[in-house]
């Protein structure tokens, strides 16, 4: 009998042939042969229809515990649970044999392909966890053990793409083990005390950047200081700081190397690129050990990316006492600066509900401030960071800074006197009280504060002559630093016209600078409002303490 007709036939033996009356009770009805429950000659085969009538449940009940059998299987596959969706089905298999119908050879079927494709799926979450870790082992040098991963990856039926892919990472180690022998001196050599070495063994491993990078990763798990601190710095010069970022990142984690954690922040910092932000804060927050907070607080008061989150994640500390608590304050007004959190009422979007102590720590973080600024002088570092977040946050004004005298400015006519712009006279149009040069040359002023000073920002007010406003600065550019020439850019802006009018109301304009310490400040016209024949200024005030 072929399986079709097995099939057939087992579906008739399971459903009935569709009549209400069982097929032997319909045969017998038209026999000729006699009944009798007493004829002993009847055959012993021959059942009467109420024994067939007896069986049939028997087999529906069969149908009905398959059918059981399969959705149990099922639910098995929907769990993922392979190895016992493998037995059941296995056991089901031998208990039908030849005897399944279509529809349960095609559950069979449509199940046994769930399984495979579930095994494959898993096999395939393997090989890629494996190829990571792979890659991963790879990046720190770690080269027998990337090649155990790949050895095992082959053995689990890879992909065509994944083959390629390793391939690629054996040759990735070859050539890393060739170049380990052929740079491992240079390697060395970056633990030397003698800066010429260090110099030379750094020109030679940035020739060959994509080699280096895992023999110095490896460097630095030496714990060697001085290899350490140069491979720092080695990695801020390999411009690569996708890669070399995090690595600086895991020296501030390890607790085992302490001892460069301020290297690790000096060079984060150099780096000027974002991605460390997120980490630090975790570390600044989470790390049991008080230095390690400290050191990450320092570096997150100075990174290009303090995430907005910081603001809440560090006011509990700002309501602490002890030496943590001017980075915490830095840290936070960094923050602030960076993401423009200057209300704290914008503070309650940054998380989805606020605790009552967090509820009740911004409502008293003005007075806190406040307080924290009434200590005794010896406590100078806190005094300022609180002075910082104060201002930043709007709670207190910079002051001007008194005492400022002009120490250079472009020449111009011996009658126009650039100390005027001292003077405290802003709103009148006598050009006395004013200073200009031509047009033809680059505006510029330095400001002499006397000693180094906390500079918070610029108030200009621009060129009022009567009713010829418009001959001033428009584009402005400030510098500050603790030397005359040595200036970097700390701020920037853009100036309206003066009124051209006299005792006109206010009509200064503030170029904000975050909170940059030094004893001069140049300011430099980019661009003039009009290309007239002269333009200037009437009055400066360099704000800070």
Same mark, same amino acid.
């Given at each position: 009998?072929?399986?079709?007709?097995?099939?057939?036939?087992f579906?008739l033996?399971?459903?009935?042939?569709?009549?209400?009356?069982p097929?032997d009770?319909a045969?017998?009805?038209?026999s000729?042969?006699?009944?009798?429950?007493?004829d002993?000659?009847?055959p012993a085969?021959v059942s009467?229809?109420e024994d067939k009538?007896k069986?049939?449940?028997?087999?529906n009940s069969?149908?009905?515990?398959v059918?059981?059998q399969?959705k149990?299987?099922?639910?098995?596959? %929907?769990?993922?649970? @392979?190895?016992?969706? =493998?037995?059941?089905?296995?056991?089901?298999?031998?208990t039908?044999?030849?005897?399944?119908?279509?529809d349960?050879?095609?559950?069979?079927?449509?199940?046994?392909n769930a399984?495979a494709a579930?095994?494959e799926?898993?096999?395939? #979450?393997q090989?890629?966890?494996?190829?990571?870790e792979?890659?991963?082992?790879? =990046?720190?040098?770690?080269w027998?053990?990337?090649?155990?991963k790949?050895?095992a990856i082959?053995? $689990?039926?890879?992909?065509?793409?994944e083959?390629?892919?390793?391939?690629?990472?054996?040759n990735?180690?070859?050539?890393?083990?060739?170049?380990e022998?052929?740079?491992?001196? @240079?390697?060395?050599?970056l633990g030397?005390?003698?800066?010429?070495?260090?110099k030379?063994?750094?020109?030679?491993?940035l020739?060959?950047?994509? &080699?280096?990078?895992?023999?110095v990763?490896?460097?630095i798990?030496r714990?060697?200081?001085?290899?350490?601190?140069?491979?720092? #710095? +080695?990695?801020?010069?390999m411009?690569?700081?996708a890669?070399?970022?995090p690595i600086?990142?895991?020296?501030?984690?390890?607790p085992?190397q302490?001892?460069?954690w301020?290297?690790?922040?000096k060079e984060?910092?150099?780096?000027?690129?974002?991605?460390a932000?997120? %980490?630090?804060?975790?570390?600044?927050?989470?790390?049991?050990?008080?230095?390690?907070? +400290?050191?990450a607080?320092t570096?997150?008061?100075g990174? &290009?990316?303090?995430?907005?989150?910081?603001?809440?994640?560090?006011?509990?500390?700002?309501?602490?006492?002890?030496?943590e +608590?001017p980075s915490?304050?830095q840290?936070?007004?960094?923050?602030?600066l960076v993401n423009h959190?200057?209300? &704290?009422?914008?503070?309650h979007? *940054?998380?989805?509900?606020?605790t009552?102590?967090?509820?009740?720590?911004i409502?008293q973080?003005? #007075?806190? +401030?406040?307080?924290?600024?009434?200590?005794p002088?010896e406590? %100078?570092?806190t005094i300022?960071?609180?002075?910082q977040?104060a201002?930043? $946050?709007?709670?207190?004004?910079?002051e001007?800074?008194?005492?400022?005298?002009?120490?250079e400015?472009?020449?111009?006519?011996?009658?126009v006197k650039p100390a005027?712009? *001292?003077?405290g006279v @802003?709103?009148?149009?006598?050009?006395t009280?004013?200073w200009?040069?031509?047009?033809?040359q680059?505006?510029f002023?330095?400001?002499?504060?006397?000693?180094?000073?906390?500079v918070?920002?610029?108030r200009? @007010?621009?060129f009022n002559?009567?009713?010829?406003?418009y001959r001033?600065?428009?584009?402005?550019?400030?510098?500050?630093?603790d030397?005359?020439?040595a200036?970097?850019?700390?701020s920037?802006?853009?100036l309206?016209?003066?009124?051209?009018i006299?005792?006109a109301q206010?009509?200064?304009q503030l170029?904000?600078?975050?909170?940059?310490q030094g004893?001069y400040v140049?300011?430099?016209?980019?661009e003039y409002?009009?290309?007239?024949?002269?333009?200037?200024?009437?009055?400066?005030?360099?704000l800070g303490y």
């Amino acid at each position: 009998m072929n399986r079709i007709a097995a099939t057939i036939c087992f579906a008739l033996l399971v459903c009935g042939c569709g009549s209400d009356t069982p097929p032997d009770a319909a045969h017998n009805a038209t026999s000729t042969v006699p009944k009798s429950t007493n004829d002993s000659s009847s055959p012993a085969n021959v059942s009467s229809p109420e024994d067939k009538a007896k069986a049939a449940p028997a087999k529906n009940s069969h149908a009905t515990t398959v059918d059981d059998q399969l959705k149990k299987i099922t639910k098995e596959v %929907q769990q993922k649970n @392979w190895d016992a969706a =493998d037995t059941k089905l296995s056991a089901l298999r031998e208990t039908l044999g030849d005897d399944a119908t279509e529809d349960q050879l095609a559950s069979l079927i449509e199940i046994e392909n769930a399984v495979a494709a579930g095994r494959e799926e898993i096999r395939r #979450e393997q090989r890629q966890s494996m190829l990571m870790e792979a890659k991963s082992a790879y =990046d720190n040098g770690e080269w027998d053990t990337s090649f155990k991963k790949i050895d095992a990856i082959a053995a $689990l039926a890879p992909t065509e793409a994944e083959r390629i892919s390793l391939n690629e990472l054996r040759n990735s180690i070859d050539t890393a083990m060739k170049a380990e022998r052929r740079l491992a001196s @240079w390697i060395k050599l970056l633990g030397s005390d003698d800066s010429g070495q260090v110099k030379a063994a750094q020109t030679q491993l940035l020739d060959e950047p994509d &080699v280096a990078l895992p023999l110095v990763r490896q460097a630095i798990r030496r714990n060697d200081t001085a290899t350490t601190k140069n491979s720092l #710095e +080695l990695l801020r010069k390999m411009r690569n700081p996708a890669v070399t970022l995090p690595i600086m990142v895991s020296v501030l984690e390890s607790p085992d190397q302490q001892a460069n954690w301020d290297d690790a922040v000096k060079e984060i910092l150099r780096l000027e690129h974002p991605g460390a932000g997120p %980490q630090l804060l975790k570390l600044a927050t989470t790390s049991t050990i008080a230095e390690q907070r +400290l050191t990450a607080r320092t570096a997150l008061a100075g990174v &290009v990316d303090p995430p907005s989150e910081a603001v809440m994640a560090l006011l509990p500390a700002v309501f602490q006492e002890g030496p943590e +608590l001017p980075s915490a304050l830095q840290a936070m007004t960094h923050a602030v600066l960076v993401n423009h959190l200057h209300d &704290v009422y914008t503070w309650h979007g *940054l998380q989805e509900t606020l605790t009552v102590a967090e509820e009740q720590q911004i409502a008293q973080l003005a #007075e806190r +401030l406040t307080a924290l600024q009434s200590l005794p002088a010896e406590q %100078q570092p806190t005094i300022d960071a609180a002075r910082q977040l104060a201002i930043s $946050l709007r709670f207190t004004s910079a002051e001007p800074i008194t005492g400022a005298q002009i120490f250079e400015a472009t020449p111009t006519e011996p009658t126009v006197k650039p100390a005027a712009l *001292l003077d405290g006279v @802003w709103n009148s149009t006598d050009l006395t009280s004013m200073w200009w040069t031509p047009v033809s040359q680059t505006g510029f002023v330095v400001i002499d504060l006397g000693e180094t000073r906390t500079v918070t920002g610029v108030r200009l @007010w621009n060129f009022n002559e009567a009713n010829l406003g418009y001959r001033g600065w428009k584009d402005v550019e400030v510098f500050v630093s603790d030397t005359p020439t040595a200036l970097r850019p700390v701020s920037q802006g853009t100036l309206l016209p003066a009124p051209g009018i006299a005792d006109a109301q206010d009509y200064s304009q503030l170029l904000a600078v975050d909170f940059v310490q030094g004893r001069y400040v140049k300011l430099v016209c980019k661009e003039y409002l009009a290309n007239s024949s002269y333009a200037g200024l009437s009055e400066i005030q360099v704000l800070g303490y």
